[in-house]
């Protein structure tokens, strides 16, 4: 895993990340909430590059166990773009 990736799990677990106005919109609809964003960050299974297109895909769980997947990409922040 690279640094990169090292970093934003680390951005993850520790709450420090901004979410895009799509990821908003999504966590409303799926009721995902920023400590199930957290637990992802800590159950992480994979945090796979997606060079096309910049951004990151982590697999993790949520607060519940279930299955939650993160993308999101590095500006000045942690940037969460989407999330199902």
Do not use: N, W
């Not at 920023?34 to 951004?55: F, L, M, N, P, S």
């Amino acid at each position: 895993m690279g640094i990169e990736a090292v970093t934003i799990l680390d951005a993850l677990k520790a709450g420090k990340f901004v979410l895009s106005v799509h990821a908003a919109l999504r966590m409303r609809q799926r009721s995902v909430t920023k400590a199930d964003i957290q637990a992802c960050g800590r159950t992480a299974t994979a945090c796979v590059h997606q060079a096309e297109y910049g951004t990151y895909r982590i697999q993790g769980e949520d607060l519940d166990g279930e299955p939650l997947t993160i993308i999101c990409g590095v500006d000045d922040s942690t940037v969460i773009v989407t999330l199902y």
